[in-house]
């Protein structure tokens, strides 16, 4: 008895927990940024590194592995490496204008123009420029100057390379098995909505406005789900056809969703009490 009571206990529990969090994509990025932290610091005290170069090396891993918001491995590979001359740009240029209080500043304000500017290249312009401008900061924060240049090269690189090492190999993201966790989240997002939809059903006065945001707030997280399936049908899926039928089945489940909850608002409202009354068994002719 306690296994059986125990079972769907832990269910709802993962439940819950998937549908907070589709994709685990928040709990995968947290897991990458801690962990590239935590690996450069390691790196970089085992080599008997100052205060100096390990606050440049966790910064630097941090900016690297969360700035990177390309879906596909390649692109993400790319963008990492094309990151870190960038990042060497930006240090150098940072120490070389130590001096020049005046020039470093008006730099400073010319690259965050660029940074967002490179917006408008996508992914890839949005995290580059954000690299660049981070740890053109960093730089500021440290006190770099030309001489401690090479050490910085060092502590970045380093970062870099924690930062790769946690994306591709300690904590992986595959498309297939992203579009599997959101399609879980979806399934999940689904069945609190109709129980929230229930709930409003047997809700009484007092409670019926906190019942109703709950449907909607249900609502919107739904097709949330939904959009981010879609965004990621392409990537996730073998083929065309098998991409078709999961938007096909995604929608369909929102509609009728959609369509229950239209039907439980009718059957709440008094001008459908007696319409509904006369159709059960047992009414008067």
């Given amino acids: 008895m306690k296994a059986a009571g125990g079972r769907p206990a832990r ?3 993962r439940e819950r927990f998937v549908a907070s969090d589709p994709g685990l994509l928040r709990l995968t990025g947290a897991l990458r940024t801690v962990g590239a932290i935590a690996l450069t610091v390691a790196v970089l005290a085992l080599a008997g590194a100052s205060t ?3 606050v440049a090396g ?3 891993a941090m900016v690297a592995t969360f700035s990177i918001r390309e879906r596909q491995r390649p692109a993400q590979a790319v963008t990492l490496a094309l990151g870190l001359p960038v990042a060497f740009a930006s240090v150098s240029l940072a120490a070389l204008l130590s001096e020049r209080r005046f020039v470093g500043d008006a730099c400073f304000v010319v690259l965050i123009f660029c940074a967002v500017y490179g917006r408008r290249f996508g992914d890839r312009g949005t995290a580059l420029g954000l690299i660049g401008f981070q740890v053109y900061f960093l730089s500021l924060f440290v006190g770099a100057d030309p001489g401690g240049l090479p050490g910085l090269w060092a502590a970045i690189a380093v970062a870099f390379a924690c930062s790769a090492l946690m ?3 300690l904590v992986p993201v595959t498309p297939t098995g992203l579009m599997g966790r959101l399609r879980d989240a979806f399934r999940a997002r689904l069945a609190q909505l109709v129980t929230a939809q229930l709930a409003l059903l047997d809700a009484g006065p007092d ?3 906190k019942a109703l945001e709950d449907v909607r707030d249900g609502t919107a997280r739904l097709h949330e789900t939904a959009l981010m399936i879609q965004s990621r049908l392409e990537d996730g899926t073998p083929d065309e ?3 078709r039928l999961v938007q096909r089945r995604i929608a369909e489940a929102e509609i009728a969703v959609e369509r229950l909850g239209l039907l439980l608002l009718s059957a709440r409202s008094a001008e459908r009490a007696d319409t509904l009354t006369l159709h059960l068994p047992g009414a008067p002719a």
């Fill in 11 to 13: 269910s709802g529990l």
């Fill in 241 to 243: 056809a098998t991409a």
């Fill in 167 to 169: 994306r591709f190999v």
């Fill in 207 to 209: 409670t019926a406005d």
């Fill in 58 to 60: 966790a910064i630097s």
């Fill in 52 to 54: 100096t170069l390990l």
